[in-house]
């Protein structure tokens, strides 16, 4: 079976907590332009990015990402 | 301050190895296009070139040695598959090689034959091991991991 499109609610998530792109940035250890990559959907953070970014956003991994078609 | 401080993180590392390797592409691509420039344009002597093709060789063989190793998945060629791959090197640099210079004469098979036969088992003895090498390589980084208990 042919794996999906990955998508993220990390907008959400980031304007939920009242934090920039530049500021989840630098809580998480990436630039802005990875935030906003991952955000738009143009690059698939690793593991260890995305449980920095659940961190920062007070979420879980399955509210933040999930595969297009599986949700 | 000049300039703002730059962080790099996993996307603009995986950027920088994205653009080595395309970079890599188009100097052997450009290398090789400066060979044949020289060989068949120039009509330089081969033997003046002998430098130029060395690096091209380590160049390319090496690149493919090193994505071998450290890809430590790609499947290891048995006996059989080995024994192939070299015979079809073989008979294709001997088929281009006829085409271009004809049959070789007898007294020349040091220049000729010998790099014909050994070069293509080179090649595939050295890619052969690194593959099984970097085979090797990961399963133990995955045994050492396991074994410290994550």
Known sequence: MPLGQTANRVRLARVAEGLTQTELATRVGVTRQTIGLVEAGGYNPTLSLCLRIAKATGKTLDELFWVEGEE | ?150
């Open chain 2, 1 to 150: 301050m000049l300039f703002q401080k730059i962080i790099p993180d996993e996307r603009t590392r995986a950027s920088a190895q994205l653009a080595a390797a395309l970079w890599l592409g188009v100097t052997q691509v450009l290398l090789a296009g400066v060979l044949l420039y020289r060989l068949y344009v120039l009509g330089q002597p081969d033997e003046q070139l002998r430098d130029f093709q060395a690096v091209l060789a380590i160049s390319i063989f090496g690149y493919l040695f090193l994505v071998a190793y450290f890809g430590g998945v790609l499947p290891v060629p048995t006996w059989k598959g080995a024994i192939l791959m070299y015979m079809v090197l073989v008979s294709l640099i001997t088929v281009i090689s006829v085409a271009i210079h004809g049959w070789p004469a007898p007294e020349d098979w040091k220049s000729t034959w010998l790099p014909g036969l050994a070069g293509p088992a080179i090649l595939i003895g050295a890619y052969t091991l690194a593959l099984r090498f970097g085979y090797w390589r990961t399963e133990r980084r995955i045994r050492s991991i396991t074994d410290r208990g994550h």
